[in-house]
């Protein structure tokens, strides 16, 4: 009796041990996979709409924003105090305004809306919305959009209590941005 008791403790011992171990790994993965989707250099950046991008927040200063991101690759002059600070390698760019820090910030595609060529951004929200979503996909994520616009072959969707705004060509994202509230 005491031999089939000892057996059956050893087994649970050595069940909660490799559990235990294959939890923890299966944690330390989850934890790197969201350390680099909430990364400005990773992969993947995580869009959170009226908040941010990574760990670019809206209000955050121009130095803040080249502290997590670098040097921007352009940068326009929008007006007085007013600037538009572009990563066309990464296919992003942030609207800043001196004394109020980010307030938009632009997610583009290689699709040619603009006449500025940049890289496909890589960022999407947490429902996988990013570049080349489609528009189904966009109202299962977000449902009716509180406007829609079509100009020739761009369909723009609108969701102002999200600060989201999407640029569809070809029923595909092509650009998007999200704003500060």
């Given at each position: 009796?005491?031999?089939?008791?000892?057996?059956?403790?050893?087994?649970t011992?050595?069940?909660?041990?490799?559990?235990?171990?294959?939890?923890?790994?299966?944690?330390?993965?989850?934890?790197?996979?969201?350390?680099?989707?909430?990364?400005?250099?990773?992969?993947?950046?995580?869009?959170?709409?009226?908040?941010?991008?990574?760990?670019?927040?809206?209000?955050?200063?121009?130095?803040?924003?080249?502290?997590?991101?670098?040097?921007p690759?352009?940068?326009?002059?929008?007006?007085?105090?007013?600037?538009l600070?572009?990563?066309?390698?990464?296919?992003?760019?942030?609207?800043?305004?001196?004394?109020?820090?980010?307030?938009?910030?632009?997610?583009?595609?290689?699709?040619?809306?603009?006449?500025?060529?940049?890289?496909?951004?890589?960022?999407?929200?947490?429902?996988?919305?990013?570049?080349?979503?489609?528009?189904?996909?966009?109202?299962?994520?977000?449902?009716?959009?509180?406007?829609?616009?079509?100009?020739?072959?761009?369909?723009?969707?609108?969701?102002?209590?999200?600060?989201?705004?999407?640029?569809?060509?070809?029923?595909?994202?092509?650009?998007?941005?999200?704003?500060?509230?």
């Amino acid at each position: 009796m005491k031999s089939k008791w000892s057996s059956v403790i050893v087994f649970t011992i050595c069940t909660l041990i490799v559990f235990g171990c294959e939890k923890k790994e299966n944690n330390k993965n989850v934890s790197q996979d969201s350390n680099e989707t909430n990364s400005s250099l990773g992969s993947k950046l995580l869009v959170k709409p009226c908040i941010g991008v990574g760990d670019i927040k809206f209000g955050m200063t121009e130095d803040e924003l080249m502290h997590h991101f670098g040097k921007p690759e352009r940068v326009e002059n929008r007006g007085p105090g007013k600037h538009l600070m572009m990563y066309l390698s990464k296919g992003i760019s942030f609207y800043v305004i001196d004394d109020v820090g980010i307030q938009r910030v632009t997610f583009t595609s290689q699709i040619a809306i603009s006449p500025l060529k940049s890289n496909d951004s890589t960022a999407m929200t947490k429902e996988g919305i990013g570049i080349g979503a489609s528009e189904s996909q966009i109202k299962v994520a977000y449902g009716k959009s509180c406007s829609i616009k079509v100009n020739g072959d761009l369909k723009y969707m609108n969701y102002e209590d999200l600060g989201l705004h999407f640029v569809l060509l070809s029923d595909k994202v092509a650009k998007f941005t999200i704003r500060k509230k």
